[in-house]
């Protein structure tokens, strides 16, 4: 685990990055106005199951395996009127503890020679601490004088495509190939982001980043596609942070950016390991090799109107004074059993739900 103890100055780290008027690392990068503040904590792992209340509500098993964080209401089957996650949960593996949201996302494999599978494992961003997990952020409008409408009890959304096998997100589901340390330049997929998976061996492992849309049509929780009810800015640059520019007319309503960054320690399996030919071996659990099938899932679970005072108070970073925080080591306490009992862990002959590999 590359986990520092102290927490980095990163809300100064990303300001100076992003405020910066000079290109950086030879890329043309859009400079935001000032400094965003983005809250930024850790959600330490809740469970890895085969189940997906959002797309495949009350599947069990679901199609592909999932690794899931926040509060411990999460269940095969979430009913958007019936199901109040802060009510029904008892805790939550995020920082921030009125925060009883589930964020969940695909599992990476690692491919060995002999055609066995191995689960990756992640950690926690530079300065977070916890179990694997996600680290999440939720970020405000750059511009303090507009407000953000946080997300209503139901709310959900989901960005990116299981079955996708060509680009389809261009610039909001991506990976990056990590250094030893650092690299927190151009977040929110900017440059050197791929929405593939990386072709060579990343020494940090390897980041992927899913960013949701920031604006909401303000009458639908919920839509078929779990898409339609929100969408992206218009005139927005590529990879600006945050809700910025304008909300299209039939999504009027600005909304927090949530964000999620999970780390993969692809580290562990060195080219040594690799095929023969120097192909990348890393597989989503979607059966996906090329990384374009990577996608994001959100049940908002804030208790009352502890998400919008955030937003309110523009809070930066783990800590924010009008919310109530949890050391890791309480966070870590909650989690809940597997639905789907299977291995997922070992060196699997197949991927968990037998899902092929689609080279
Ligand atoms: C397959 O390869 C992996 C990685 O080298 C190894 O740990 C595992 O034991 C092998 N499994 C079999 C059945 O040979």
Redesign the pocket.
Known sequence: MHLTKHPLALGALLSASTASAAPQGGFDYPTPVGTVPMMRFSCTQLVVDRIDPLVNPGSVPSPHLHQIVGGNSFTPSMDPLAHDLPSKSTCTTCTFSEDFSNYWTAVLFFR???G?YKRVAQHQEEGLRGNGGITVYYIPNADSKQTVTAFKPGFRMLVGDASAKTPNAPRKVCHRCMPKSGDNRNINCGPPDTEELPSKHCVGGIRTVITFPTCWDGKNLDSPDHQSHVAYAEGATPYAVGPTAKCPDSHPVAIPQVMYEVRWQTQEFGPE?WPEDGSQPFVWSTGDPKGYSNHGDYVFGWQGDALQRAMDARCDNNHCSVLKEQPVEEAEKCAVARHVEEDIDG?LTKLPGDVEVQY
């Open positions: 060995a020679r002999n066995t390991l060196w």
